[in-house]
Structures are given as structure tokens and as C-alpha cells.
């Protein structure tokens, strides 16, 4: 990274402190959270032992914090051994049995509530239905369905027999699920006959037998949920319908005790070569970052109704709607669909209906949702929001305004919250009853991290407003372990940069003068496509993989919506296509779909007789950039091989173009 690129833009002076009455109601409160920091600054180890022997049930006590003999294989709590999903339900039963644990709603409209001894129970009855098929410690299950309670008493009936589970998104291909299944070694597949998304049935159960005819041996069987109820071909001797499994099984299920160590599940991620990188979490850092910081960041009360609209295919959906707000016994409502469906209400009905209070989505749904213009949320009774969040990408201060004063009528503070897959739970984020925040700003590291930038060399970047890379100086409970299958991996990625001595998270960052943190985006090879991470290598390879393709180069353009678009640019075996090339490029962007799933559809594709590359062979991926985005090139492009690229590059030859 040239460090001296990076400047920020941004110069936002505005602030907002909490509202006294919410401040005053808050935990923790101004004088909380200075206790908290103090005591991690005092003994950084002392205090995650501290908060874990509080926050967590242990059915055998830890007596070792932290192991550093393998960094940056960090282990946290090992010898304590306990069950995620006792912490999650088992632990509720006494006091809020019949509190409502999810309360969720199809897209068409039907709600279901679960208070936490149904859910107990059907945890319970799943995790019994597993084990009678002889999964337990250490099988990996792939979970491929859509949003509702199933996929949630899924994952938790994993944890409780100490089996990992590693969610796919159901918007990912069969390609990309294939992939997946055979990274982890799974035995098993649960998915659903399909789901509902904007009015569409999504076909999963036939993916499901595309992956699985086209790979993915170390399936045995598949558990099919009946959700959509349309026909689905069901396999004698592997699918097995989800009703069937559970019938007669019993509502109470001994746990399985695993080590604080124990992986909880694989996520996988997009990196910046090819091939998804299976995060490992942990069961015991992971569950106690997600239930801290459920706490700290939300400010969860016995009353709150607290909806976070992630998927669970991705962590957000793990940590803020699986784990974090369960550990809390809080409220949490599910909803399957799309936001605009059956009109451009429905998320703002869902808040009116539910009474919601708590509500955390991420900034590409609100920059959509503004467009269609104030007086679709105004026509609904936000009245229940006291909190609001964003995750996810780098909310802008337009966005952000709006968010504050048109959905939480200038009443309801805003948390920014940083972090990633691999974190495991927020790490920087306004605590809202006591930092005032600024538009644009995810404010501060939370207790217990040491977050910092740091230039080329590695040195703290001490002058306000000017970037550098984003580390965690400290290990954290919640982070990942390693990359499935590929701890070298691990290393290289997150830690070589600086010698191993923190995490880079692979992001730029800035401080200002109040040492708020301020994220610019992306240093690697990564996209941040409507709040989700694409590796520019996996569009590219996919491109690459079509017939009439030579060779690709994906690079991010700036998007209103999205965020950043798809941008690639496509050399072609033989002449390179002109005139007319809709139809192509419509092919293409097709091929793109079926290999990685629809997000990673390219918005535009140029072709062109070659790509620019600089002597040592590498594509000039700034240039590429800088053309997409339609910039002036200051780049020196003398060593170009054939200087006339660039017209091509920039369609200004009229020829080539995509749409
Ligand atoms: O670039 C940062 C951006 O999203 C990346 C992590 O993506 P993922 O692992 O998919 O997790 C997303 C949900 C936690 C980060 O490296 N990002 C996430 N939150 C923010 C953000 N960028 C700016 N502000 C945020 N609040």
C-alpha cells in the first residue's frame, strides 16, 4: 500500500451525544464503560478471564486465559469446557422460559413465535434426530436454507452435540456450495425444498442436488425442511425430510462438553485469491465476544425487541441474530424476505408490527430504502426504535442523516459498528449511551481491544486524518482461530505484514483528532459489493472458466446503491467481440451467476485485445481502476506494451463495450 495515497476525504464536524434520558437508562453508562476500559488497560488477560467467568455458564472452570505458545494461534479458555447452546437456551428456562425467543415472519405475511422453551425444545429434538444419524463431535454440516427458525435451531442443535456447522448462503450457486462442501469434508446437508425471496421461490433443494451431482462425496445424507411445499425429487437412501427425522424425538438433549477451543463453525470468505477461506471460530472466545457486545453495543433490556436483517449465511446473522442476542435471552426477530416486498414498506411494517426496538441492518438497504423517498417510512409508527444500527461497509454521512432522522425521528442514537467475519463479534462501535458520534465514524475500539493504524514500517500513525493500515494489537476472545485446512494461510494473511505482531485486518483506516476511527475500505484485492466481501480472483476465475474467455481483470467502481459495483474487463480467445455484444455480455454475466451466485454478477463488462500489465507480468490494477472509475490517469503508463490499450480500456474506441 502507498501510505502516502491515502488521505482522507472525509472532513465531518457534526456530533451527537446520546440523549440525557437514554444515557441515563443505558449499561453500560459513561461511568461503566470507563471501568471497563480501565480494567482491560490494566491487565489485558485478567479482564477477558474476568468477563468470561462472568458472562458464561462453564461446566468445567477454565484455569488458563490465554495460551501464546503457538502465535498467532491463539487459544483462549482452553482447559474451561462448556455447550454454546446451554448458554444459549438451557440457561434461559428458569427465569424467561416463556419470554419470546424468535418471532419470525415468512414473506408472505404468516408469524411464528417461539418463546425460549419451544425453542429449547426443538433444539433439543434436532439435536437428537443429528445424533441418531451418527453425526456428533467434530462432523462438519453444511447448512444451506433460508431465513427462519429452522436454520436457527440448526445451528444451535450443532453446537449442542458439538458437531460445526458452516452456513451457505442461500443466494450462493451450487458451484459455490459444491465448493464448500468439499473444503469442509461435510457428512451432512440440511437445506429446505426452497425459500421465498422478493416474490420468487429460490430453488435450494435443487442446488443441493447439482452440488451434489457434481461433487461434494463426503455428503451422506441431506435433511430436507418442507418450507415452500413445492414438489422437490427427494433421493432414497440420502434425502430425508426434516419432519421425519424429528417426529418422536424427545425435547430434552444431553450436551456435548467441549473444550473452550472447540470449533463452533466455519464461515467461509471471500479472500484476495481464489478460493473461500473457511474461518474457524472458536465455542467459547466466539460466544463470549457476540453476548458482550450484544450487550455493549446494543444495550439489550429485558423488553427489547431487537431485529438484525442479516441472513444467517453470513456472521452478522451468526453473531447478532444465532448466538449474541440468545446468550442475552433477548427477542429476536427473523424475517425470510426481500425489503421491498410485496411493496417498499415492508421493513418499516415489520418494525410498526413487532413493536421492534432494537434495529441493525446494513447501509446498502438503507441507501435503497432512501431512494424510494421519505414518505414511505413516515406512512408507519417507528415509535418502538430507541436503537439503531449499521454494519457491514463504510455507512456515508448522507445516508447516515437520513437514517437518524427520518427512521429514528432524531430520537435513537446510531452505532457504526466495525468488524469482519473473521473477528467474530463488533470490535469498534459507538456504546450508545456514551459516545457521541459523528456520521461516518464507527468512533471507538471497545474494551478489550487494542485497535491502532500503523504505517508501511508498522509505526502507530499518530498525525490525525491520515490513514494507514487497521490492526488489533491484542488478541481478542472472538477471533478466528485460523483458515480451515490452511493455517499457512492464516498466517500469511493476517499476520506476516508485520512480523506476526498483529492482526491486520486488511483495511485502511483513519483517526482524527478525538481519535475516532474513520474506515476508507479495502486494502487487498477485495470488493465490497452491498456489504459483502468478493474477491476479485473469484469473479476472475469464473470468467477465466467460460469458453470463450482468455483472461479477466475485476476492479470496484464506486456504486449510490451497492456500494462498490463489478467492474471486469474481459480478453477473449480469438477476435475481440464489437458491435453489438448485449447478448455476450448477458451470457457472461449469467455464467458469473451460476459459478459464484447472483452478488457477483459483473454491473459492467469492456472487452479488449489485452490487459495492462506492467513488465514483471502484473495486471496495472490501479490503471484498471482509475479507467473504470472514469478518472484522470496519473499513472506512468510508458511501460505499457501497447499504449493504444488504453482507449480500448476506456471504450472510447466505440467498439467493445458492455452495458
Ligand atoms: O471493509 C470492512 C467492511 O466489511 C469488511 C468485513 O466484511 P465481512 O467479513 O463480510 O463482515 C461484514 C460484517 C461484519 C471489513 O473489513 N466493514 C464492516 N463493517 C464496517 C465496514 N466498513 C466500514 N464501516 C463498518 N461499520
Given amino acids: 500500500m502507498d501510505n502516502k495515497n491515502i488521505e482522507s476525504a472525509l472532513h465531518e464536524t457534526r456530533q451527537f451525544p446520546p440523549a440525557p434520558a437514554f444515557a441515563a437508562a443505558a449499561h453500560p453508562n459513561v461511568g461503566e464503560l470507563a471501568a471497563l476500559h480501565a480494567a482491560a488497560e490494566r491487565d489485558h488477560v485478567g479482564f477477558w478471564a474476568d468477563q468470561a467467568r462472568s458472562a458464561l455458564q462453564w461446566h468445567k472452570p477454565f484455569t488458563q486465559t490465554l495460551d501464546e505458545s503457538d502465535a498467532p494461534n491463539y487459544r483462549w479458555f482452553a482447559d474451561g469446557q462448556l455447550n454454546v447452546s446451554v448458554n444459549c437456551t438451557d440457561v434461559h428456562l428458569a427465569q424467561h422460559g416463556d419470554k419470546a425467543a424468535l418471532i419470525f415472519e415468512a ?4 408469524v411464528r ?61 451450487a458451484l459455490s ?61 440420502r434425502d430425508l425430510w426434516w419432519h421425519d427425522v424429528v417426529s418422536g424425538q424427545p425435547d430434552h438433549c444431553e450436551p456435548e462438553w ?111 430504502l432512501m431512494k424510494l423517498g421519505d414518505h ?70 471497545l474494551p478489550g481491544i487494542v485497535a491502532d493504524i500503523v504505517d508501511d514500517e508498522g509505526h502507530s500513525v499518530t498525525t490525525p486524518d491520515t490513514g494507514g493500515y487497521l490492526v488489533i494489537r491484542k488478541p481478542w476472545p472472538a477471533m478466528l482461530r485460523t483458515i480451515w485446512n490452511d493455517n499457512e494461510r492464516y498466517v500469511s494473511t493476517y499476520w506476516e505484514r ?26 487487498d484485492d477485495v470488493l465490497n459489493v452491498a456489504g459483502h466481501r468478493l474477491g476479485t480472483m473469484e469473479i476472475e476465475s469464473a470468467l477465466v472458466a467460460h469458453l470463450r474467455v482468455a483472461e479477466a481483470a475485476v476492479v470496484g467502481r464506486p456504486h449510490e446503491i451497492k456500494g462498490e459495483a463489478v467492474f471486469a474487463y474481459v480478453v477473449c480467445r480469438g477476435e475481440r467481440p464489437t458491435g453489438d455484444t448485449r447478448e455476450f455480455v448477458e451470457e457472461l454475466r449469467k455464467w458469473v451467476g451460476e459459478q459464484l451466485g447472483a452478488i457477483a454478477k459483473p454491473d459492467e463488462i469492456r472487452f479488449t485485445d489485452n490487459l495492462p500489465k506492467t513488465r514483471s507480468g502484473k495486471i496495472m490494477r490501479r490503471l484498471l481502476r482509475t479507467i473504470a472509475r472514469g478518472e484522470e490517469i496519473t499513472q506512468d503508463i510508458s511501460t505499457l506494451e501497447n499504449p493504444g490499450i488504453v482507449e480500448q480500456l476506456r471504450g472510447d474506441d466505440g467498439s467493445g463495450k458492455g452495458r
Wanted: glycine share 12%; with cysteine; aromatic share 10%.
Fill in 107 to 110: 414473506e408472505q405475511g404468516a
Fill in 113 to 173: 413465535r417461539l418463546s425460549y422453551r419451544e425453542l429449547h425444545a426443538e433444539v433439543c429434538r434436532f439435536a437428537n434426530a443429528l445424533r441418531n444419524l451418527g453425526i456428533g463431535r467434530g462432523d462438519r454440516v453444511i447448512l444451506y436454507l433460508p431465513l427462519v427458525p429452522e436454520a436457527i435451531i440448526a445451528m444451535q442443535a450443532c453446537a449442542r452435540i458439538g458437531a460445526i456447522h458452516s452456513v451457505v448462503f442461500g443466494g450462493f450457486s
Fill in 177 to 237: 456450495l459444491r465448493d464448500r462442501i468439499e473444503d469442509a469434508g461435510a457428512r451432512l446437508l440440511i437445506t429446505a425444498d426452497g425459500g421465498h425471496r422478493g416474490g420468487n421461490v429460490i430453488e435450494l433443494k435443487a442446488a443441493c442436488d447439482k452440488a451434489l451431482s457434481e461433487g461434494g462425496a463426503s455428503i451422506e445424507q441431506v435433511i430436507v425442511l418442507q418450507h415452500t411445499a413445492h414438489d422437490v425429487p427427494m433421493q432414497a437412501g
Fill in 258 to 368: 467441549v473444550g473452550a477451543e472447540h470449533p463452533l463453525f466455519l464461515l467461509y470468505t471471500s479472500g484476495s485469491t481464489g478460493k473461500p477461506k473457511g474461518i474457524q471460530h472458536s465455542s467459547g472466545g466466539y460466544l463470549l465476544g457476540a453476548k458482550l457486545t450484544a450487550q455493549w453495543v446494543f444495550d439489550l433490556k429485558p423488553a427489547d425487541v431487537f431485529w438484525c436483517t442479516a441472513d444467517v449465511g453470513w456472521i452478522t446473522g451468526h453473531s447478532y441474530v444465532a448466538y449474541g442476542p440468545l446468550a442475552n435471552a433477548a427477542t429476536v426477530v427473523l424475517y425470510e424476505g426481500g425489503p421491498t416486498w410485496p411493496d417498499a414498506g415492508r421493513f418499516w411494517r415489520i418494525i410498526q408490527d413487532h413493536r421492534v426496538s432494537i434495529f441493525y441492518t446494513a447501509p446498502t438497504a438503507l441507501r435503497a
Fill in 376 to 445: 414511505i417510512p413516515q406512512q408507519y409508527d417507528l415509535s418502538s426504535l430507541r436503537l439503531l444500527g449499521s454494519v457491514g461497509e463504510p455507512i456515508n454521512p448522507e445516508a447516515w442523516m437520513w437514517y437518524r432522522s427520518v427512521i429514528g425521528q432524531d430520537r435513537c442514537p446510531i452505532v457504526d459498528t466495525w468488524w469482519q467475519t473473521e473477528t467474530g463479534s463488533i470490535l469498534i462501535s459507538p456504546v450508545p449511551g456514551v459516545t457521541a458520534t459523528k456520521p461516518g465514524s464507527c468512533t471507538r475500539p
Fill in 498 to 523: 508485520f512480523q506476526n505482531r498483529y492482526y491486520v485486518a486488511g483495511d485502511s483506516a483513519n483517526r482524527d483528532a478525538d481519535g475516532y476511527f474513520w474506515i476508507m475500505g479495502r486494502i
